[in-house]
């Protein structure tokens, strides 16, 4: 069993930063994908960026467009936590963001992911 704890939501100015993170329980958090996903009010809950590891010590990162050059994800390992720097904030990143983790890198299928954090608000004023 995986429990995920996010924090590091708040209020920012559009072109501001915020960094959320992700505390991880769990032996194998080294191998999980982590992930980060959003949701905003009567949208559907979005894919934003993830990390997943190849198998022999190196891990990708995967960005959706609409956070491509803006966003940062990362991971510390031995801290069990991952981390999302966000740059540039628009008006139109604010969500829920939540973190999700799973053995096997699903990309943007949530469903893929069996893990859940209960999630962090963000909002950006203009």
């Known amino acids: 069993q995986v429990q995920l704890v996010e924090s590091g939501g708040g209020l920012v100015q559009a072109g501001g930063s915020l960094r959320l993170s992700c505390a991880a329980s769990g032996r194998t958090f080294s191998s999980y994908a982590m992930v980060w996903f959003r949701q905003a009010p009567g949208n559907e809950r979005e894919f934003v960026a993830a990390t997943s590891w190849s198998g022999d010590s190196v891990y990708y990162a995967h960005y959706a467009d609409s ?56 909002t950006v004023s203009s």
């Open 67 to 122: 956070v491509k050059g803006r966003f940062t994800i990362s991971r510390d390992n031995a801290k069990n936590t991952v981390y999302l720097h966000m740059n540039s904030l628009k008006p139109e990143d604010p969500a829920i963001y939540y973190c999700a983790a799973g053995a096997v890198y699903s990309g943007s299928r949530s469903e893929g992911y069996p893990y859940w954090g209960q999630g962090t608000q963000i």
